[in-house]
Structures are given as C-alpha cells and as structure tokens.
C-alpha cells in the first residue's frame, strides 16, 4: 500500500488538477482507491453510486429550473451523465494517473501490471463527486460539476453516439 504521506500528497495534487477545495483529503482517497472486492464489486462502488445519485439530481435540478420537461430533462441529463461522457472526461483530465490499489498509482503501474483498472464503465469520476459532496456539502459540489462541465464541454458526448463519431460531426 502506498505511504499515508504519499496518498496524502496525490490527493492534493488530484484536488488541484479538479480545482477543488477539500478539507479532509480521506474522502478523494476512498473515492480513488480500486480492489476488487469479489466478482463484480469494488472498494470504490458504493462511492461511485452516491455520486451517481448526486449527479442525477445536481443536472435534474439545472434542467427543471431551465424550464425544461420531464422528457427534456431525462434527456439532457443522459448526455451530461453518460458513460461515454464521464470516461472522455477522466481520461482528458488525467484523472486515472490518481487511481491507486495495494501496490500502485496508476502513473506508477508498469505495462501490464496489477494497476488500478481503467473500465468501460467510469466510476472514477463518480465517485469523485461523492468525495467532494462528502467534504464540502451539496450547493458546493453543484457549483463544482456545473464549472467543470462547462469547461470540459468539448468531452460530452451525446446520448447513443461514440465519441469518434461525435468528433467527426464536428469537423463536417
């Protein structure tokens, strides 16, 4: 397991990169942390789908308070949320270098090592949010996926496209 001071010191740094004020860096380093804990279940999934939760309900509120309806809300928020999305998200941003198990970080893993997984599924960032909600509270995380979205908005990717075609459609 890496030191106490250097998950301490990769926290701050991955807070830095988010742009994000934390107190207590535990909740980025529970929300990081990846063991696979039997089959299907790792250490970071219940962080992971408290993030879900709180990021289904910060886009539901921005839409609903666009004026939007139900099905323009589940829409909008699909794209924002999807799985395509989250994961252009962690890789622009690098956030997978900060994802850590028994024995490495991720920008420390040897190819084909037992380093941290990089999923189909990205629950990396999800579980960020949990992280951050957990520190700092609700109205804050929701300033936060609001300015981070927006300032990463050339990595979401509409609902049922791949992220190549939606980066094609943008150069016709």
Known sequence: MPSKERIEEKMQALAKLLGVAVRDTSHL??????ERQGRDNYTNDAMA?????VL??????YFFDKGFD???????KADMENNATL???CEKIGIYDYAYNDLYFGDEALPH????RRPEHDFYLEAVIAAIYRD???AYTRDWVLNFWQKHADAIVPKGTKP???AQAREN
Do not use: F, N, V
């Not at 289904?56 to 509120?61: D, G, P």
């Not at 139900?70 to 909008?76: G, L, M, R, T, Y």
């Open 29 to 34: 380093a529970q929300a990081m942390y990846c």
């Open 49 to 53: 789908t408290l993030g879900d939760a």
């Open 56 to 61: 289904k309900l910060i886009w539901s509120e």
């Open 70 to 76: 139900k099905d323009q809300i589940s829409a909008h």
């Open 87 to 89: 994961k252009r998200l």
């Open 113 to 116: 090592s037992y380093g941290p």
């Open 136 to 138: 700092q509270g609700l």
């Open 164 to 166: 190549q075609k939606q």
